[in-house]
C-alpha cells in the first residue's frame, strides 16, 4: 500500500468512528442536552460535526504518516499505533458514557484517560513523523477545552 492510500484509509475509519459515535449522539442532542444546565462558553451544538470531522481528518492523516513508516521503524510504529487505536477507541467510548448513558461524570473521568492517550500518541507520532505529532495538537487541544466544558456540565448538573 503507498502513503496516500494509506493515510485514505486511516482517514476513512477515523470519520467511521466519528460517524458511529455520533449515532449516540444524535438522539441525545434533541432530548437530553438541551435540559442541561451549560456554562456561558458552550458553543453552539453546530459547531462539533464541522470541528469534529475536522480533527477526525487530521487524524487520521497523522496516522496514516506513521503507519507508511512501518517498514523502517516496525517497532515503534507498531508501538505509537497501539497508542492511537486506543485513544481512538477511548474518544468513541466518552460520547457513548456521556450521551448515551447520560453520565457526564463518568464521561469526565474517562476524559482524562483520553487525554493522557492523545498526550502520549503526540510523543510517540512526533518521533516516527514530525507533522503527524502537529496533525495531533489541535485535537489534544479541543479535547482540553471539552474535559473542561464535561467538568463544568457536570459541576452545573450535580
Known amino acids: 500500500m503507498n502513503k496516500i492510500t494509506k493515510i485514505l484509509v486511516a482517514v476513512a475509519i477515523c470519520l467511521a468512528v466519528g460517524y458511529f459515535s455520533g449515532t449516540v449522539t444524535r438522539s441525545a442532542i434533541t432530548d437530553w442536552y438541551p435540559t442541561l444546565n451549560k456554562p456561558s462558553f458552550n458553543p ?11 480533527l477526525y481528518v487530521m487524524m487520521g492523516v497523522a496516522a496514516g504518516l506513521v503507519w507508511d513508516r512501518i517498514a523502517y521503524e516496525s517497532e515503534i510504529v507498531q508501538k505509537a499505533m497501539l497508542f492511537f487505536i486506543i485513544q481512538l477507541g477511548l474518544n ?3 460520547s457513548y458514557l456521556f450521551f448515551g448513558l447520560k453520565n457526564p461524570m463518568l464521561a469526565g473521568v474517562e476524559i482524562i484517560l483520553l487525554w493522557l492517550m492523545i498526550y502520549e500518541t503526540y510523543f510517540q507520532f512526533a518521533k516516527i513523523n514530525k507533522i503527524a ?6 485535537y489534544l487541544a479541543w479535547v482540553s477545552f471539552a474535559a473542561v466544558l464535561n467538568a463544568s456540565i457536570w459541576w452545573l448538573n450535580r
Open 44 to 54: 453552539p451544538n453546530w459547531v462539533f460535526a464541522p470541528v469534529w470531522t475536522l
Open 92 to 94: 468513541a467510548l466518552w
Open 133 to 138: 505529532g502537529y496533525l495531533l495538537i489541535p
